[in-house]
């Protein structure tokens, strides 16, 4: 097997394309949004609970698009699509910077997770996927890195510019760095491999030895099995992230030293990710369904009880660990199941059903908000979850894992 760095410098245009397009997708993500909530409430006169609804509608509403919009990865190249996604984005971060009425704010934030949270990691991350076979584990946690070094220096970095400009110049400022990456994107996949070619000539089959539609997905167990776990790392950290500010609040703890401690979560998360990409390569990404939302169990668990800010950062720690295996379960679990021929489509209605989390979480956490029981005291329901969805995913990889045929060859690198 390659070192880490000849597999890197091999491959580096098509991981460097990866790295950036999730990169990208953080001005889209939960994480960058909720830096402007405050500001954001304060503007419309919204309260806890009108905010996480507004951001369920925008955000279902992404979700149901995604369907439908994720199947274009199995058409066309990365390098049309991918410049595309981030000029859409670039436009919402600019509408956001505007926009002056709640009916505008709600289509502005379905653009941005549209754009962000669905378009941008999906096409990443499909490609990764089909792009490699045998290393396929390791291409999609190098490629996650991207949106884990958004997640250590974007929220810090636009926080302390806060006490500066204005809110709303932070956005255009987000909209300008958008359209400066579109070029660079475009230069990495010069050489880019199209997908209708090697999805016919070169994919890797799933369950049964065959590649499984999206419609057939759907109607098996395994999917069904799975959706807790697909649902709840993107629910309850999504909301986690949303109530930032409230949480801060309700801790005593300050804004400020709470986003100080997001880049030990993120550094948790990156040590995880690369670890779960060698994993999944050695072992298969099913054995690693039952255990991987364990750590988040735990994670909320000390949140739920934590006192000080150092158990605050053991909290987001544990918290991380399960985000980085998420990260690379989320592509390499369906190509493993269900084959790379109509991955495009079939990771459309797994992130579609990401997304929707992504809607649920703030919005019934917000609500209970507002019934009075705060985001820590809803931890250890979270933590609860988790365990469950764990124990579900577990029997259902286990049970499934048998009919999955494995394969040794590789399309990129």
């Given amino acids: 097997m390659q070192s880490l760095l000849d597999f890197v410098r091999t491959n580096a245009p098509w991981l460097g394309a990866g790295f950036l397009l999730t990169f990208a997708s953080s001005f889209g993500q939960t994480f960058f949004i909720a830096v402007f909530a405050g500001e954001i409430r304060a503007a419309y006169g919204l309260s806890h609970g009108d905010w996480g609804a507004i951001y369920f509608v925008a955000t279902m509403s992404s979700a149901a698009v995604m369907i439908f919009a994720g199947g274009v990865t199995d058409r066309f190249r990365v390098r049309w699509i991918g410049v595309a996604i981030l000029c859409g984005l670039a436009i919402a971060c600019f509408a956001m910077s505007v926009s002056g009425a709640v009916w505008a704010l709600i289509g502005t934030v379905f653009l941005l997770r549209l754009m962000g949270q669905g378009m941008m990691g999906h096409a990443a991350m499909v490609a990764m996927a089909r792009w490699f076979v045998a290393t396929r584990g390791r291409a999609v946690s190098l490629a996650g890195l991207g949106v884990s070094l958004g997640e250590a220096l974007l929220p810090l970095t636009f926080v302390a510019l806060l006490g500066v ?84 609040e309700v801790k005593e703890w300050g804004h400020p030293a709470l986003v100080a401690l997001f880049p030990l979560y993120t550094f948790m998360s990156i040590g995880f990710m690369l670890a779960s990409g060698w994993a999944v390569d050695r072992f298969g990404a099913g054995r690693l369904a039952g255990v991987y939302l364990l750590p988040a169990a735990a994670g909320y668990t000390v949140v739920a009880l934590a006192g000080g800010i150092p158990a605050g950062a053991l909290g987001l720690v544990l918290i991380g660990a399960t985000v980085g295996v998420h990260q690379t379960m ?52 979270i933590a609860a979850y988790f365990v469950l969805s764990s124990v579900i995913a577990g029997v259902g990889s286990a049970r499934a894992g048998r009919r999955v045929a494995r394969t040794s060859g590789q399309v990129a690198g």
Avoid at 191 to 212: K, L, V
Avoid at 217 to 238: D, E, V, Y
Avoid at 337 to 364: E, K, S
């Fill in 330 to 381: 989320s592509a390499a679990f369906w190509a493993e199941f269900y084959g790379t021929r109509h991955l495009g489509r079939i990771r459309a209605a797994t992130a579609a059903a990401m997304v929707l989390g992504t809607a649920l979480g703030p919005a019934i956490t917000g609500a209970l908000i507002d019934l009075g029981i705060s985001f820590p005291q809803q931890g250890l329901g």
């Fill in 165 to 248: 400009f204005d809110w709303r110049t932070l956005w255009v400022v987000a909209g300008c760095a958008l359209l400066a990456l579109a070029p660079l994107l475009w230069s990495l996949l010069r050489y880019e491999r199209t997908p209708q070619s090697f999805a016919a000539e070169q994919n890797s089959a799933g369950m049964d030895g065959r590649n499984w539609t999206r419609g057939e997905m759907l109607r098996h167990w395994l999917f069904w099995a799975m959706l807790p776990a697909i649902l709840g790392p993107a629910a309850w950290n999504t909301s986690f992230f949303f109530h930032q500010v409230h949480i801060a």
